[in-house]
């Protein structure tokens, strides 16, 4: 019996422990979003961003042009042609096709991959300003009100004392 409430005692004052290291963590929020949309770089950045959108879509436009053409050349004359031949036009426009796709997959890429080079500096300096500003107000934490895609996650916070997003954004500036 006395063995039972020794554990007891042990665990009853673990509980007591570790809700006290709880209580003594302090939290704050931000929202990275929002602090992106106020910094000019970020602007620079979709400008760039938009430029090579354009330059991608105008190259991209251009093979999908000559592609249709020689679907259209193709139908044109696949009446006239043999069996074998036809197959090996198809093969040949099916192979075009897939390049074409490839490519405009690869120019996707290029562009998501140019953007996070242009915008890691910018969240690299806004991590070091988060950063200050823990460490200026002791927290030992700091949320995030959504997703890294701007989706909004389940968060409840009981003081706007606990956002610290301007302070970050002042920090930055």
């Known amino acids: 019996m006395s063995k039972k409430i020794t554990i007891a005692i042990i665990l009853f004052g673990t509980l007591f422990t570790i809700q006290d290291a709880f209580a003594q963590v302090k939290i704050g929020y931000t929202n ?21 959108i354009n330059e991608s879509d105008a190259e991209l436009a251009q093979k999908a042009t000559e592609l249709q053409k020689t679907f259209t050349d193709y139908e044109s004359v696949m009446n006239t042609l043999s069996e074998q031949e036809r197959s090996a036009r198809e093969e040949e426009l099916m192979a075009l096709n897939q ?48 997703t890294s895609s701007g989706d909004a996650i389940v968060f409840f916070a009981n003081s706007e004392q606990m956002n610290i997003t301007n302070r970050i954004i002042e920090k930055i500036k």
């Open 32 to 52: 990275p979003a929002r602090i992106l949309s106020t910094l000019p770089e970020v602007e620079e950045v979709d400008n760039q961003i938009e430029a090579l």
């Open 99 to 146: 390049q074409f796709e490839q490519d405009r997959e690869s120019m996707m890429n290029q562009i998501r991959q140019r953007r996070g080079e242009l915008m890691r500096p910018i969240i690299e300096k806004m991590n070091v300003a988060m950063q200050e500003v823990a460490e200026e107000l002791g927290l030992d934490l700091i949320l995030n009100e959504g």
